[in-house]
């Protein structure tokens, strides 16, 4: 029978053979498995959605989670991804509302890799999208202004 340690290297060696992974990716893969690996010969029961709650220590530091071309999901480790939103609602039912208070990321964060973010910013001022919001700026503004002239 395979020890934990060979048994560990052999289920990483496959998830990074049809995924593509970094170094870090492939050390936090590692350890993840050989402490689920470890429980379960212990014969602890191991329920890691279940274990995750409001306060629970996060797997990754926010510089390691907030990569320039990709996000790691704090929670599981899942990554490769673009934006979490979907994946926080798709596998641990959370908003990113709740995500944000659960791991203290401030609102200034946003929660999709830094490439992305600036793929979509350049998107939006293609589009002219910013010259629409300052008008709408303005109408509220005098909208606003002629509410204060009536009440004199």
């Known amino acids: 029978m395979a020890t934990v340690l060979e048994m560990t290297a052999d289920i990483v060696a496959s998830h990074a053979r049809t995924a593509p992974m ?7 893969e590692l350890r993840k498995v050989y402490a689920a690996l470890r429980s379960i010969e212990s014969g602890a029961a ?11 220590v996060p797997l990754l530091t926010l510089k ?8 790691i999901c ?6 490769g ?4 939103t979907r994946h926080l609602n798709q596998a641990h039912q959370l908003k990113p509302s709740q995500y944000r208070k659960q791991f203290n990321i401030p ?3 946003s929660l999709m890799s830094k490439s992305y973010a600036l793929k979509r910013k350049e998107i939006a001022a293609g589009m002219d999208l910013g010259a629409n ?11 606003i202004q002629k509410g204060k002239g009536k009440k004199k």
Request: aromatic share 2%; with cysteine.
């Open 74 to 79: 704090m929670l599981c480790g899942k990554g």
């Open 64 to 71: 390691q989670a907030f990569k320039t071309n990709e996000v």
């Open 107 to 109: 609102k200034t964060q």
């Open 81 to 84: 991804m673009k934006t979490l």
């Open 22 to 28: 970094t170094t870090d990716d492939i050390l936090l």
């Open 133 to 143: 919001l300052a008008k709408a700026r303005e109408a509220r503004q005098i909208i």
């Open 46 to 56: 191991v329920d890691a959605p279940a274990a995750v709650g409001e306060g629970s």
